[in-house]
């Protein structure tokens, strides 16, 4: 067999072994290898030609760009070629572990350009209708829904929830802090009656509470799919101060709080949009569901028909419209919002509806109902787990006041602590 040899082209035989082809000169292809036949055009005169004459074969097939190029092959004469005799150029497959390599090359490549491409839903349009808010069935619940696991409390909650309403009445911390996350702070004093078993839950409690859950689903990695306000917010739509000058400051409140929700991403993107809201010392809360195109009131004593929410609807929704034109880059048309007042189990007394609005904040969404999760049986054991939940919070940087829950002997003090 004659030697051959490749011009134009110069690589590391190591690097590229896999990607050139072997290009080898004989009458017939061998039977053991895989090969890539293509024949040359035979001698048409016979002149004898040049040694050094080059044939300029393209090989169309490699599967590498390294290989995709015109080739020069020089030909010399060779006792195993005859003058007329059809040349045939062999190529050499890649592997099967370079081919494998490639694949998987071409596979990342593919995989990481659809991931790139991803956007948020609030740039584009539904391809359908808004999805409708979940109703519960007019038959009766399947036995096998249990709910209980979100009441259900240890005996060492239990303690420790006694410690803290005893806490809350001595008079060397009722006055310091029990929990502390970022500026939202709570004194013992304010814990302990907003949770005791009669007791009304005040603004620290709930804004603390809206805080948790607020960093409980950024830790989830639905970063800030829903955005949690503070009840100030709410003050000012419903113009519900009190005091000359106010209104100024309750303007500011509000401006802050959508700065800051726009700060971490457009207004647009968001799914839901929660205000605890406070009006004549009861609580309930509106949402803004953007997605669904959806204004809701969750409200554990009020109908949509009563007085309360009609003049309710007349000062949330107008004020809400105003400050989203003026912090949102898109303009959404509020009109072809309708207004929703999901199924949820009325309260029985006068002091619960705090706790009712703490955990319309944090259960529902437009494909869930709370008639079966809160109940007024579940509420005793609802203000243990709050309680529990907010003190020993993983963001609650108060350490002195969670190790002193967990030591206080309250055998003097406290009329709550030997209450199961």
Request: hydrophobic share 30%.
């Amino acid at each position: 067999m004659g030697n051959r040899r490749l011009e134009g082209q110069h690589c590391d035989e190591n690097e590229y072994q896999d990607d050139f082809a072997e290009f080898l000169y004989e009458e017939e292809p061998s039977d053991n290898i895989d090969m890539v036949e293509q024949r040359a055009q035979p001698q048409i005169n016979n002149e004898q030609s040049s040694p050094q004459t080059p044939l300029h074969i393209n090989i169309a097939s490699a599967r590498t760009p390294a290989t995709k190029q015109v080739i020069q092959i020089s030909s010399q004469s060779s006792p195993d070629i005859g003058m007329n005799s059809p040349r045939i150029a062999q190529m050499r497959e890649p592997n099967q572990h370079a081919q494998t390599e490639e694949r998987q090359y071409s596979m990342t490549r593919i995989i990481d350009s659809l991931n790139a491409s991803g956007n948020f839903s609030g740039t584009r349009h539904n391809l359908y209708r808004p999805k409708r808010i979940v109703h519960p069935s007019k038959y009766k619940s399947s036995p096998n829904d249990n709910y209980t696991r979100h009441q259900t409390i240890s005996a060492a909650e239990l303690n420790r929830y006694n410690n803290i309403l005893s806490i809350g009445e001595t008079q060397q911390y009722k006055y310091k802090f029990a929990d502390l996350m970022d500026n939202v702070k709570v004194t013992w004093s304010s814990l302990s009656k907003s949770l005791s078993p009669r007791g009304v839950v005040d603004t620290y409690v709930l804004n603390a509470y809206a805080k948790k859950i607020a960093n409980d689903q950024n830790n989830k990695e639905n970063e800030y799919r829903n955005f949690y306000f503070f009840h100030r917010t709410s003050v000012y739509f419903l113009k519900n101060w009190e005091g000359a000058g106010k209104e100024e400051d309750y303007k500011n409140c509000a401006r802050q709080a959508f700065t800051f929700a726009r700060n971490k991403k457009p207004l647009h993107y968001y799914d839901l949009l929660i205000f605890p809201c406070l009006y004549d010392n009861h609580w309930f809360v509106f949402t803004v569901d953007i997605k669904g195109h959806h204004f809701i009131f969750l409200d554990s004593i009020y109908d949509e028909n009563s007085k309360y929410h009609k003049k309710i609807q007349g000062l949330l929704i107008p004020g809400f419209i105003a400050i989203w034109e003026e912090f949102s880059d898109v303009e959404k048309d509020f009109s072809k919002f309708d207004i929703q007042y999901p199924p949820i189990t009325r309260q029985n007394n006068g002091h619960d509806c705090g706790i009712y609005a703490m955990k319309c904040m944090e259960w529902w969404n437009p494909r869930m109902h709370l008639k079966d999760i809160i109940r007024p049986e579940y509420i005793p054991n609802m203000r243990k787990q709050i309680a529990n939940d907010l003190l020993f919070s993983e963001y609650n940087s108060q350490e002195e006041a969670k190790m002193l829950a967990r030591s206080f002997n309250p055998t003097k003090h406290g009329k709550y602590a030997r209450q199961l």
